[in-house]
T-cell receptor, first 118, second 111 residues
Framework: EAEVAQSPRYKITEKSQAVAFWCDPI?????LYWYRQILGQGPELLVQ????????DSQLPKDRFSAERLKGVDSTLKIQPAELGDSAMYLC????????????????FGPGTRLLVL | GNSVTQMEGPVTLSEEAFLTINCTYT??????LFWYVQYPGEGLQLLLK?????DKGSNKGFEATYRKETTSFHLEKGSVQVSDSAVYFC??????????FGAGTTVTVRA
């Protein structure tokens, strides 16, 4: 069964350093999502791509976070500089794409990257 | 705005007990409703979903019915197993591709 791949699985960094996370969605999935999950809470959407275009980044802290999906396939989420409050699980998800099922469309999640900022 | 409220955990049960996790939502229009499960150290997996009122989603012995009149989507399982120990998330999508999640309910099943 196809899966969403993420790396690294764990990342420890010091505050003010730069970190980057990588995601490879399920083949053929046009829509890619990055979520942040703080311990004890549900995931919150950071950014959504349709192919290589950003559809929604309204919750992305753009002063320090950036995301790209240059060829419309895999994606990178970067934090620079990292702050203590960025410690969380970063989840990537993918789905077939806008127009393929609307709000009923299933999003498939990767295993996540757990970030600890010291 | 759109929001999901889940029963607070943690919930601890014995094997073969009946499980209910309450979920209510606030949304405009007719959202799709989902239950996702997160096993320790893993990402979220779709457990079941329902896309319109009175639909029942079911999977792996779990069921949930979309109740528009009570804006609810409670999760139930008749006989839980140790392997059902996980965090369960209720979520809605108001047809704009944005999932809104509840805070999650941690379920522990003892042998």
């Amino acid at each position: 069964e196809a899966e969403v791949a993420q790396s690294p699985r764990y990342k420890i960094t010091e505050k003010s350093q730069a970190v980057a996370f990588w995601c490879d969605p399920i083949s053929g999935h046009a829509t890619l999502y990055w979520y942040r999950q703080i311990l004890g809470q549900g995931p919150e959407l950071l950014v959504q791509f349709q192919d290589e275009s950003v559809v929604d980044d309204s919750q992305l802290p753009k002063d320090r976070f950036s995301a790209e999906r240059l060829k419309g396939v895999d994606s990178t989420l970067k934090i620079q500089p990292a702050e203590l409050g960025d410690s969380a699980m970063y989840l990537c998800a993918s789905s077939l794409g806008i127009g393929q099922g609307g709000g009923s469309e299933t999003q498939y999640f990767g295993p996540g990257t757990r970030l600890l900022v010291l | 705005g759109n929001s999901v409220t889940q029963m607070e955990g943690p919930v601890t049960l014995s094997e073969e007990a009946f499980l209910t996790i309450n979920c209510t939502y606030t949304a405009t229009g007719y959202p799709s409703l989902f239950w996702y499960v997160q096993y320790p150290g893993e990402g979220l997996q779709l457990l079941l979903k329902a896309t319109k009122a009175d639909d029942k989603g079911s999977n792996k012995g779990f069921e949930a019915t979309y109740r528009k009149e009570t804006t609810s989507f409670h999760l139930e399982k008749g006989s839980v197993q140790v392997s059902d120990s996980a965090v369960y998330f209720c979520a809605l999508n108001p047809n704009d591709y944005k999932l809104s999640f509840g805070a999650g309910t941690t379920v522990t099943v003892r042998a």
